[in-house]
């Protein structure tokens, strides 16, 4: 689908999608639990779709309802064995699948992981390393389909810290149900450390017990229980992040159902906005931001990848240098995040120059309308309608369906706050 968005202030109230790392995180302890686990206040989207897909399949009973205050879901948990081969459909979810491999082998199950668009290609080499060291059996003949078959045992673990932590994530759910005790360190130092420390929230309330020795290194007795509970989700911080640069280019939006103590490292984009000129205040509960006069800064992308894409676009219209740094690990998400909003945004007469591992973007007061891809990518979608205000014509987004992977009601809210958009 293509959509056209023609400049316009954008303005209102909206209540953002609920985050979408804890929503994959909470059904997974509770599918891990045995007994009945709620989980409220749910925003649908592809990837947690293929989170509830995959985890019905190794056992748990998951019912979705649909109430005034959002989506609810009511888990039975207790994950086993299933009879025969096992087709586990990622979607496009890195999370779902790297956060999965370790459970489909916990629960002693045989699966063959698919996948689409590009997270065949997206890194899975420190399983396959742990595969290797482990003698757990897999085929691929490079990327998905990906044949799993074996048992995870408990014992020493050490993953690379540098190509993403969501293979962290993955063996912290699964080594607590192993027979022993283990171990799971770091070789390198562990980059997107706050969605590791949001993993260990999770399973800390749903019971489980690991100890963080040192940066990295986590010890994790085995033998242990998910306890069951109902949690509410709270609202996602990488998704206020393109209202919030929407407002700043060009409006005044209050967002609301964000947490101020939020785990999310995400949260970052409060500050980091800030610290560009940007007006932004908590009043009466709600986070409201207006029209400012912004000026580059550094951003270090090592703990916040997801914040890249609004962040880069929101710096091309605005006055002076900003250096995006250590976000090598950007060009390995849904597409080449740095690459595609080098790209996109070149063609709307933006000054940005690729570096291997960040951004270097010469702001401009406005840049022109044009045609951009959305490299069937989610967040280069919206952070590309977010500057809309700023640009001189018509931005026509192909691929604008890409949305759906994450925040499905993008268009709708867009056209909420008073944005022209029209199916292309
Ligand atoms: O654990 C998570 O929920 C996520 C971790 C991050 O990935 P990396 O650890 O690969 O940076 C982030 O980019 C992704 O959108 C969600
Ligand atoms: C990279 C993302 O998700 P995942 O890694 O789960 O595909 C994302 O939502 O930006």
New binding site residues.
Partial sequence: MNITIRPAPLSGTLRVPSS??MT??EIIAAALAKGETEVTGVTWSEDIEATVRILSLFGAAIEKKEGKEGITLSIRGGLAKQEGLLHADAGES??TL??LIPLGLSSGNHVVYTGRGRLSERPLTPYYDMFDRKQISYHTEGGLPLEVQGTLPGGAYELPGD????FF?GLLFALPLADEDSTLRSTTPL??KS??D??LDTLARHGITIHEKEEGLYEIPGRQHYKTGTFAVEGDY?QAAFWLTAALSGGTIALTGLSDTSLQGDRAIVTLLKDMGGHIEKKEGRLLAEKSSLHGITMDAENV??LVPAFAALAAVSEGVTEIIHAG?VR??ECDRLHAMAVELTKLGAEVEEKPEGLVIRGKPVLSGGTVSSWNDHRIAMALASITPKLTGPLTIEGAESVKKSYPRFWEDFRKVGGKVVEA
């Fill in positions: 979408k790392s994959h995180r890195g999370s790297r956060f190509v993403s932590s969501q994530t980059e997107s969605y590791v949001m993993t990488s990848p997801d690990r390995l998400k």
